[in-house]
């Protein structure tokens, strides 16, 4: 093969071997063609200040897929990404010079003056892009394909002759090249990168390596860019790139990251399947790729509970090489096999293989790097800690569910083992607070929120990048968490907020951090005013306090903190009560939340609290659904007896209260324990009774609030209210409860027909 290939180029020049990014075809003939040259010198297609990290690539921790990335120091964070997957072929060169122990380097513009480029303007709509996707749609066109995908596999991806691929590539980046150069926006910077990489072939060529002995690896589009040395760039033009501070770390890949359809644009629509490509080549078995997959496909199936026969997989073959040979081809690619497979394994639908295609087309693998190799130490922190916390397991592209135990653990032997889960717990809301979407938190039900956590996980490459980002904010999760709390105390006004950092740190196991918030919420307490903002700080602190003890954090300097709100809300919620509807729907939860937390904690004074709702309860003065709510809360503590209770709604539900009035109070009474309410007969006697001294107009007020007052009951409990009033109008209470819950009668319906034309405006 190199003695064709050497016939066809200027000897006074390297080899330039132009290349498909990801493409099984490109490294196997690459590797031959390295095999026959055997150069003293490699250079590739890539960041020239890369070439220190691609030693890393060749150790035996290291498993593609795997990424290069660079980022700049200060935010806006900007990066540069370069992914390998282990049959790309700029990966086996770089592995076959290591095998040869030859020299091998990097020549593409530094990232550090890519990432320059990429923020000295905004780019504009890229019509080049637009133009090159013009010329792949006349390629499907002539190639009767309907997909350059599939036209480049059939022609460049499967087993060929000689110097197949070398001629296919070089005529193909030369035909797109002549098609699209200089429509890109980006084509200025091409230029520059052609003269850059061209400056570094000459430097080696001046260094005493002789060309017949240097192999250029770049993408086809950059082979005729490269011709001709003498416009490499000049050392005035070199000193005026533009360039920033760059940090450089390796991070995992995978495989679904690398695929076109992650919207990565020099992917392939099938990086699992590529990988069967690229067995088939070291296997020198033409067919390998075909046969894997169908095999592949219908193991899928079996795993997972749909039959696939043999005999259905045998037929899928037969088809698929008959498909092929219909396009004039030996070898069936990708949509013959996916046709082949539809119609024999999915009988007709594809639904039925959509998920096994899915993971033989892209899979879920994931490289892998050596612990501590050319990462950032915030990196080093959280795989670390990955493993000390056996969380190893979950990283995956696939989502995996992790409920946590959050007691200690009594019948293990070490300290580790017995407080794993709350270790990890801490690890997990870190994270969670980095906005690190590797975790996800589930909230579970109330009654076990003091020691039971459900996280969801999952890892991508996007995960990795915000870590990274994260670095900027401290050198391990611990720091970079506590940062971005104290920073986040800091910029708060509102004692709410600033109260929720306090929950965050505390859930995070940060007690320095919690001590810090702590003291800027008592600096800006003072100026707090507003009770539904207090009742929120107050619940937020209930929160830290109750959970303590499971969390191994003291919360002794929040329980001064905590009364001393409690205090001023107890003082201002009779005034607050003045107030509007709308308003009174926030009250009522503030109130809400108050009462929870009295109920809580020792410390707070019960007395002082139900003396507040035993005011707010009889002042005729304040909105009736709160002074309702506070009945609610008098009658549920058993603060309110019988007697005073129907004291309460012979006043309220008097005819000479306004109707909305009073529905509104018997609404906020409804609020809680309802089956306290529901079992009192007295109760009902009064709201019949009412109802009954209402004139038309009365009626139809009533009627309103009332049915908002009983559209969050139950049906269960509608029914028990419908028996009362079936005792009380001494009907059968089953039929009366049938009626109730039935559909509606024609009056009924017209009726309610009737108010919907209602007027509100003095409502």
């Known amino acids: 093969m190199m003695d064709e290939i050497a016939g066809m180029q200027d000897r006074e020049q390297p080899v330039i071997f132009g290349i498909r990014h990801l493409s099984p075809a490109g490294a196997w ?3 031959k063609l390295l095999d026959e040259v055997m150069p003293q010198l490699v250079l590739i297609e890539g960041p020239s200040d890369f070439t220190e990290e691609l030693s890393h690539l060749t150790g035996s921790g290291a498993k593609p897929p795997v990424a290069i990335m660079a980022y700049t120091n200060e935010t806006p964070i900007r990066t540069i990404l370069y992914p390998f997957a282990e049959y790309s072929p700029e990966y086996q060169a770089i592995l076959w010079a290591f095998e040869n122990r030859r020299e091998y380097r990097f020549i593409d513009l530094p990232s550090s003056t890519f990432l320059a480029f990429s923020g000295m303007e905004e780019k504009r709509e890229d019509a080049g892009e637009e133009e090159r996707m013009s010329v792949y749609r006349r390629l499907d066109e002539l190639s009767g394909e309907g997909s350059h995908e599939t036209f480049w596999e059939r022609t460049m991806e499967h087993f060929s002759e000689g110097h197949g691929y070398f001629l296919g590539a070089q005529a193909f980046g030369r035909n797109l090249r002549s098609l699209t150069e200089g429509r890109e926006s980006d084509y200025a910077e091409t230029v520059v990168r052609e003269a850059y990489m061209k400056r570094k072939i000459q430097e080696a060529i001046n260094s005493g390596i002789g060309p017949e002995k240097i192999v250029v690896v770049t993408g086809a589009y950059h082979v005729e860019g490269l011709r001709g040395l003498a416009a490499g760039l000049s050392d005035e033009e070199l000193e005026q790139l533009p360039s920033v501070e760059v940090q450089k770390t390796l991070m995992p890949y995978s495989y679904y990251r690398l695929s076109s359809r992650s919207g990565y644009g020099a992917g ?11 067995e088939g080549f070291q296997r020198e078995e033409a067919d390998y790729g075909a046969r894997s997959y169908l095999s592949r496909l219908a193991a899928w199936q079996r795993q997972n509970g749909n039959m696939v026969s043999s005999a259905e ?10 498909l092929a040979r219909l396009h004039g081809y030996e070898i069936p690619a990708l949509r013959d096999l996916r046709d082949a497979a539809v119609t024999c394994m999915g009988h007709g639908s594809f639904g039925e293989i959509a998920q096994a295609v899915a993971d033989t087309e892209i899979g879920t693998a994931i490289g892998s790097l050596p612990q501590g190799v050319s990462r950032t130490s915030i990196q080093n922190d959280f795989y670390r800690s990955l493993d000390e916390l056996n969380l190893k397991r979950y990283f995956s592209v696939t989502a995996d569910d992790l409920h946590l135990d959050l007691r200690e653990k009594l019948t293990v032997k070490s300290k580790k083992s017995a407080f794993l889960d709350l270790e990890r717990s801490f690890f997990l809301h870190r994270l969670r607070v980095l906005g690190i979407s590797f975790v996800s938190w589930r909230q579970v039900q109330q009654e076990k929120a003091t020691w039971a956590e459900h996280w969801v996980l999952r890892w991508t490459p996007e995960a990795e990048i915000e870590i990274v980002e994260a670095q900027l904010k401290g050198d391990t999760v611990l720091l970079a968490a506590s940062f971005q709390m104290k920073e986040a105390a800091e910029r708060e006004e509102s004692i709410a907020a600033v109260a929720k950092i306090i929950e965050e740190s505390f859930l995070c196991g940060m007690p320095d ?18 009770v539904e903002e207090i009742a929120k700080t107050v619940h937020s602190l209930s929160i830290v306090i109750q959970y303590g003890s499971i969390r191994k954090i003291s919360s002794e300097a929040l329980i001064s903190v905590l009364e001393q709100l409690f205090l001023r809300a107890c003082l201002l919620l009779p005034g607050s009560c003045v107030c509007d509807d709308n308003a009174s729907r926030e009250i009522i939860q503030g109130i809400g939340l108050l009462n929870e937390a009295q109920l809580h904690h020792e410390c707070l004074p019960e007395e002082g609290w139900l003396l507040v709702m035993a005011e707010i309860a009889e002042r005729d003065d304040l909105n009736t659904k709160i002074s309702g709510y506070a009945a609610a809360i008098l009658l549920e503590r058993g603060k309110l007896t019988n007697e005073e209770l129907e004291r309460k709604v012979e006043r309220r539900l008097s005819k000479g209260v306004p ?4 529905a509104g109070w018997f609404e906020g009474l409804s609020m809680k324990n309802r089956y306290a309410l529901i079992t009192r007969m007295s109760l009902w006697e009064s709201l019949d009774h009412y109802l009954d001294t209402l004139d038309d107009e009365e009626f139809k007020r009533a009627l309103l609030f009332l049915r908002r007052t009983f559209a969050d009951f139950t049906a269960k409990e509608k029914s028990d209210i ?6 009380l109008w001494q009907l059968n209470p089953q039929q009366v409860s049938e009626t109730a819950n039935g559909p509606l009668t024609k009056e009924a319906q017209e009726m309610l027909e009737e108010l919907e034309d209602f007027d509100f405006e003095d409502i």
């Open 659 to 662: 109707a909305d009035l009073g």
């Open 513 to 530: 951090t919690v001590r810090y918030a702590t003291a800027v919420l008592q600096k800006i307490a003072v100026e707090a005013a507003a």
């Open 268 to 278: 392939n629509k099938a990086p699992a399947y590529y990988e069967l490509l690229w």
């Open 29 to 31: 003939y690459l590797r």
């Open 313 to 322: 997989v045998i037929e899928a073959v037969r088809l698929s090489f008959s």
């Open 722 to 727: 419908a028996e009362n009033l079936g005792e």
